[in-house]
């Protein structure tokens, strides 16, 4: 009988679920795949003394994370003016496309009315020559749900230089399996604090590979039947998107800046190549706008 890991000893885990960052994913791998019991910071970030044995952190690009809430948010909530789809706050973030939040009018008025549904008007703000401008742009993106604390904050918050050899970053980024990444980051708290007896993990790495075949062949089911013209019910809804425009992704990156010197700093905390490529991967994608900093010159 394969327990819940973690839930046998006493090994403390903690999961920093930043907002928009693969959190969604990562509770399914870590819930569904290797059973594992976690303690978790979500949505807002966790103090110092809640550092545990091992610490997952999830990193995603800055100016994508911004864009996905934004456009998440314009998704999820109704529409201050009217919406024809049904009030439920739960069934709002499964089936979006059904349902609608309504309790978060001002958050709702601010993204429907000041920005017209656009990240981009938002992000042209906070470059704007007018003060008061900039200033309202920035408590704006504050406000908004899953990006109210930045990556600088997060850390700082969780004193995180203290606890470095603790720290764990699972990056989400174009090309590189997240999956992968947090089978890599279980292998390696295993050997580095043993979360169970080696005989079990070994069977429940088993578990794992197994399911994982079994997703594998409903993905196949689901290919065959859309070519036939056939539907399996998804949980997932296509968010609202609307395209960075240059000058707004190079207003979102500056704002960002210092989230960018994290990701650098975070690099030398890698423990997988995985995790060090895809930080990079992020920081040369934004060399364009970024690359003149002192501390991120020299990396370009």
């Not at 864009?67 to 919406?83: E, I, K």
């Not at 089911?221 to 036939?228: G, L, S």
Request: proline fraction near 4%; include cysteine.
């Amino acid at each position: 009988k394969i327990l819940h890991l973690g839930g046998e000893n006493k090994k403390k885990f903690n999961v920093y679920h930043i907002g928009k960052a693969g959190g969604g994913a990562l509770q399914m791998r870590l819930h569904s795949g290797w059973w594992l019991r976690y303690n978790e910071c979500h949505p807002y970030p966790c103090g110092p003394e809640t550092v545990a044995d091992a610490n997952l952190i999830l990193i995603r690009d800055p100016v994508e994370r911004a864009v996905s809430a934004f456009n998440w948010r314009t998704t999820v909530l109704c529409h201050p003016d009217g919406d024809k789809r049904t009030v439920h706050k739960e069934r709002a973030t499964r089936h979006p496309d059904e349902y609608c939040k309504s309790d978060f009018p001002e958050e709702a008025h601010m993204l429907f009315h000041k920005y017209k549904s656009d990240i981009n008007i938002l992000a042209q703000a906070l470059c704007s020559n007018d003060k008061l401008v900039r200033n309202s742009a920035v408590k704006d993106l504050k406000s908004i749900h899953h990006i109210q604390f930045n990556l600088s904050e997060w850390l700082s918050k969780m004193n995180w230089k203290t606890a470095s050899d603790r720290i764990f970053p699972i990056v989400l980024e174009h090309g590189y399996d997240l999956n992968e990444q947090i089978d890599e980051t279980i292998e390696l708290v295993q050997r580095k604090i043993q979360l169970e007896d080696s005989i079990l993990f070994a069977k429940r790495r088993k578990r794992v590979f197994y399911k994982d075949c079994r997703v594998n062949d409903m993905e196949h089911v689901r290919e065959k039947m859309a070519k036939k013209g056939g539907t399996l019910v998804h949980t997932g809804a296509k968010h609202n998107k609307k395209s960075l425009l240059p000058n707004a992704e190079t207003c979102l990156a500056q704002y960002y800046i210092r989230d960018y010197l994290k990701i650098l700093r975070l690099v030398d905390l890698c423990w997988t190549n995985n995790c060090r490529n895809a930080l990079l991967s992020i920081l040369h994608r934004r060399s364009k706008i970024i690359g003149d900093h002192p501390e991120l010159k020299p990396l370009f």
